[in-house]
């Protein structure tokens, strides 16, 4: 029963940041050093989920050009958690954000692309 829970969302004004936090819930199974790659997404209303950023195993990162030079992601094993800080944010960042495996390692507990959750709420409004 591993998890994958989203937290860290709430309402700054335009050009403000905020840092998403995504842990690993579960049992000793849940630990996150087994995917390869993890990635943060979102989902406005009315829209398709769109895939944000993505980190390796090896902490190389790729971003969407909507948010390259703004958003940073990083992950910490020993803490079970990647997160997204988010820079010079914008309206049309507003949506539900939401972590999960890109990739797993052979023998994983995880599977891709299988744990969404709730997501965490953001909103950038004045």
């Known amino acids: 029963q591993v998890q994958l829970v989203e937290s860290g969302g709430g309402l700054v004004q335009p050009g403000g940041s905020l840092r998403l936090s995504c842990v690993a819930s579960?049992?000793?199974?849940?630990?996150?050093?087994?995917?390869?790659?993890m990635g943060w997404y979102r989902q406005a209303p009315g829209k398709q989920r769109e895939l944000v950023a993505t980190?390796?195993?090896?902490?190389?990162?790729k971003y969407a050009d909507s948010v390259k030079g703004r958003f940073t992601i990083s992950r910490d094993n020993a803490q079970n958690t990647v997160y997204l800080e988010m820079n010079n944010l914008k309206p049309e960042d507003t949506a539900v954000y939401y972590c999960n495996a890109e990739g797993v390692r052979t023998g994983s507990p995880w599977r891709v692309g299988n744990y969404w959750g709730q997501g965490t709420q953001v909103t950038v409004s004045s």
């Open positions: 980190i390796t195993s090896g902490t190389r990162t």
């Open positions: 579960g049992t000793t199974s849940g630990s996150i050093d087994s995917i390869t790659v």
